[in-house]
């Protein structure tokens, strides 16, 4: 039997219970459409998102190229930029380079973001404050994120673009993103969907199925590189994605889930402020 809290979580974001295989393709054209809905109300004409080699960016950016293509068709001036956002070497580009040839975007440029974190970083000293090196690495590690998304936004203000996201339900439950970093976008076409069903969506589109099947890594800890999301969880994406279908897990995942959501409310939250009742 499933909890009170665990329908009110799901409810909260917006989980798509009704996907299963076999409805791949009407979701497609139903988020395709979102997408170019959201556009073309912007005024906007282009969409920038940054490919890491993960099944997130690559069914995100996807469903992008779709959506200009088909907006091209009805004569509305739109384009696809997916931006490469390396630290120095990326340990998968050969990932990330397939993940381009599989999406085949109008436009593709990189950034890398190695001299931006690095200067930052190098450049923080408080006197009587004296960090741990683990400290130092998870504050890296969010410079990261945030210096990916400022190198998005300004390509987006450089092409009059919207800056596209790839949180879904199974991370948005977790809070697993960098608040103001890969958390930040002007739209999230994989809002609701749990990791399963972003497969789905990758695999009806034709995505290389060893993409879509590999283990996720936000890899953005020097001190634990590629570290995978499951062990940073506690808990597999198929407890995630159970939980939040409805379906019965562990005692300990449940926990796990719960605690997660709780702890990071405030990511999805707007900043607090001091209004009159």
């Not at 009170?4 to 393709?25: K, M, N, P, S």
């Not at 997130?56 to 091209?72: I, N, P, Y």
């Not at 808990?235 to 379906?247: K, N, R, V």
């Amino acid at each position: 039997m499933t909890s009170f809290q665990q329908e009110r979580i799901a409810r909260e974001l917006g989980i798509d219970r009704q996907l299963t295989q076999g409805g791949e393709a009407t979701e497609i054209a139903r988020r395709v459409e979102f997408i170019k809905q959201t556009l073309r109300e912007s005024g906007c004409q282009s969409l920038v998102l940054g490919i890491s080699g993960g099944v997130d960016s690559l069914t995100a950016g996807r469903l992008c190229q779709l959506a200009v293509e088909q907006l091209r068709d009805e004569d509305y001036a739109a384009r696809f930029i997916a931006v490469r956002l390396p630290y120095k070497v990326q340990a998968d580009e050969q990932d990330a380079q397939a993940s381009l040839d599989f999406i085949r975007p109008d436009l593709t440029t990189t950034s890398n973001i190695a001299a931006c974190v690095d200067g930052l970083m190098g450049s923080i000293a408080i006197d009587g404050l004296q960090p741990s090196a683990e400290l130092t690495d998870f504050a890296k590690g969010n410079a990261k994120a945030r210096a990916r998304m400022l190198a998005q936004y300004a390509i987006a203000n450089l092409s009059n673009g919207l800056v596209v996201g790839t949180d879904h339900g199974a991370e948005a439950v977790m809070g697993f993103f960098t608040k103001f970093g890969d958390g930040a976008c002007d739209l999230a076409p994989l809002s609701g969907l749990t990791k399963t069903q972003v497969r789905l969506l990758a695999d009806a589109m034709g995505a290389p199925a060893r993409l879509v099947r590999k283990a996720p890594t936000a890899d953005l800890e020097d001190l634990a590189p590629g570290k995978l999301d499951e062990v940073a969880y506690g808990c597999s994406y198929e407890e995630i994605d159970a939980y939040l279908m409805g379906e019965e897990v562990s005692p300990q995942a449940r926990q796990i889930i719960e605690r997660a959501y709780l702890k990071t409310a405030h990511k999805r939250a707007l900043p607090r402020a001091p209004i009159s009742l």
